[in-house]
């Protein structure tokens, strides 16, 4: 049985470029690094603009070597779905003046995007073979999960709020196959 060498990177999709650490294992291979990262952006265009797992599988004897392309993170397909595209950061210079002061009041974080049922039933069914799950309404409310955890709603309500609804069989009918 062939021994591999399994390299794992989580980079945005179409953009990845070599690391040290990546460059160093490939190179040992005698891989050409700039056609792998050709490949792997060719593989990954899709999902441009957002975080992907990418698995680079090496044969150490024969040197070949496959890209394996994974699924991005709920968070990433719940921003893809609103349209959140991160953006490129930029130099700002260093700012003077004083700290404001701490307060112990919780400030209300704008809401950046409204997801609908219909959206979320669409992550869970791209996600559910990751998903430790065994049917569709437990996927959803898994990305209903994850939603809780970001700036976002769902049908315009807070995502705990849709779990309840979801656990009062609002939304039975989109969990039919």
């Known amino acids: 049985m062939a021994e591999k060498e399994v390299i794992e990177m989580l980079i945005e999709g179409g953009k ?16 050409n690094i700039g056609e792998v990262f050709k490949q792997i952006n060719e593989k990954t265009k899709e ?11 090496i044969d150490k004897k024969s040197r070949e070597y496959s890209i394996e392309v994974g ?12 349209g959140i595209v991160k953006k490129e950061k930029k130099e700002t210079g260093t700012q003077t003046g004083t700290a404001a002061p701490a307060t112990s009041e919780k ?5 950046i995007g409204n997801l609908t049922i219909e959206q979320c039933v669409k992550i869970a069914k791209i996600k559910m073979k990751d ?14 999960g994850t939603a809780v ?5 769902v049908e315009g309500k807070k995502p705990k709020e849709v779990l309840k609804e979801i656990d009062e069989g609002k939304y039975d009918n989109l969990f039919k196959s």
């Open 149 to 153: 955890s970001m700036p976002v709603t």
């Open 131 to 144: 998903m430790l799950v065994k049917d569709l309404k437990s996927a959803v409310k898994s990305v209903l």
């Open 71 to 82: 699924i991005p993170p709920v968070s990433s397909l719940i921003k893809k779905e609103l």
């Open 47 to 57: 999902y441009e603009g957002i975080q992907v797992p990418v698995k680079i599988v």
């Open 107 to 111: 400030k209300e974080i704008p809401t």
């Open 16 to 31: 990845a470029t070599p690391g040290p650490t990546t460059a160093v294992k490939l190179s040992t291979y005698k891989l």
